[in-house]
Structures are given as C-alpha cells and as structure tokens.
T-cell receptor, first 114, second 112 residues
Framework: DAGITQSPRHKVTETGTPVTLRCHQT?????MYWYRQDPGHGLRLIHY???????DKGEVSDGYSVSRSKTEDFLLTLESATSSQTSVYFC?????????????FGPGTRLTVL | DAKTTQPNSMESNEEEPVHLPCNHS???????IHWYRQLPSQGPEYVIH???SNVNNRMASLAIAEDRKSSTLILHRATLRDAAVYYC?????????????FGTGTRLTIIP
C-alpha cells in the first residue's frame, strides 16, 4: 500500500470556524490531490499540487485553499467552514500525470460542519 | 472529458467470474481506460488500465473492444472482499489532464 496518511480522520466543527486537513506521504511523489466525495456526485477535485509551492485549482475550489511547503505534506484549509463543506475528503498522490499514471488514495477524512 | 456509462449495480455469486461493462463511445485515440474501485469506508484504489490490448494483472483482467467504444473489467473469481463500487475512467495521455473524473460507478454486490 502507498504510504499516505490523512489527519484527522474525523472532525466535527461549527460553521464559521477554520479547519485544516493534512495529507502526508512517504512515497516522494511529485503530484498530490485533494478530492471531496458527496452522495450523487462521485469524487470531485478541489485542488492539486505539482510540486513544492506549486498548486492549482480543481473544479470545486471555492472556499478552499491549499499549501505545500514540503514534498510530503499537502494541507487543505477551509478558511470559514460552511455546512455545504460537510463531506468526505480524500487525498491522492501520483508520480506522474499522464494517461498511464495511477493515483493512490488515502483513507479519507470525514468532516461534519454543524 | 470523454464520458463513460456503467450500470448502477450488479450482483454476482461468490467464487464465480464477474464481468463489469463500461461504454465509452466518445473515447479519443489518446485516452487510456482506467478502472478503480472503492471498498466501503475506504479511498478508491487502482485496479487496472489499458489502451488497446487486453490487460491482465493480479487483481483483474481488462478486455477492450476492437473499436475501443466499450470495455469490460473481469474478476475471475469473485470473493466477498470484491464487493465495492467500480469506476471506469478515461485518462488522456497528454499532459494537463490533472484529474480523475469519477462517475457514479457500478456497485457490485457479492452473494455468499
């Protein structure tokens, strides 16, 4: 199994509070991704990173920011959490981004915003 | 992104082969066909991928139609652990295709 951990695994927070989710990898992969999964929507890309300090937006990036100061860590921040951000968040890593490259996913973080 | 179509759900008996179909009639010549699966309460995991030829690995086989407009994931002998949602995804070989576009997939139920 790819060495990917996510923390926390579960979090309950209140509307308006900041929240940071952490993804940590031990594979030294260049590419890292944050997805969210909601019923009826499958997984949707929030942000991704193609190197230290190099990040870009995905299809559902509003309300989220990311940072990558080290190869192994990719942080997802909800500056002011809203109930619509209640979801399961998955981090993924990949060594490349071409058609033959696979993504390896972490175990997920279940976030509930009250 | 080119779209894929899969049945919402399928059932199979334990220890029997399972054939999971996927239609991708708008596939382009540079699209790879990837399969991922998601076990309950886990992140997705890679299963297999191919371009034109049939592919085998320790988990499954991938049969690709000659016109590439459809493919079939084959689990040769289903176990209870294979109960999951299976996603068929197209991935372009060109750089810049950052995301995996997950549809709703096929929920596979294994009957003991």
């Amino acid at each position: 199994d790819a060495g990917i951990t996510q923390s926390p695994r579960h979090k309950v927070t209140e509307t308006g509070t900041p929240v940071t989710l952490r993804c940590h990898q031990t594979e030294n992969h260049r590419y890292m991704y944050w997805y969210r999964q909601d019923p009826g929507h499958g997984l949707r890309l929030i942000h991704y990173s193609y190197g230290v300090k190099d990040t870009d937006k995905g299809e559902v990036s509003d309300g989220y920011s990311v940072s990558r100061s080290k190869t192994e860590d990719f942080l997802l921040t909800l500056e002011s959490a809203t109930s619509s951000q209640t979801s399961v968040y998955f981090c993924a890593i990949a060594s490349g981004r071409g058609g033959t490259d696979t993504q390896y996913f972490g175990p997920g973080t279940r976030l509930t915003v009250l | 992104d080119a779209k894929t179509t899969q049945p919402n759900s399928m059932e199979s008996n334990e220890e029997e082969p399972v054939h999971l179909p996927c239609n991708h009639s708008t596939i382009s010549g540079t699209d790879y066909i990837h399969w991922y699966r998601q076990l309950p309460s886990q992140g997705p995991e890679y299963v297999i991928h191919g371009l034109t030829s049939n592919v085998n690995n320790r988990m499954a086989s991938l049969a690709i139609a000659e016109d590439r407009k459809s493919s079939t994931l084959i689990l040769h002998r289903a176990t209870l652990r294979d109960a999951a949602v299976y996603y068929c995804i197209l991935r372009d070989t060109n750089f810049g295709n950052e995301k995996l576009t997950f549809g709703t997939g096929t929920r596979l139920t294994i009957i003991p």
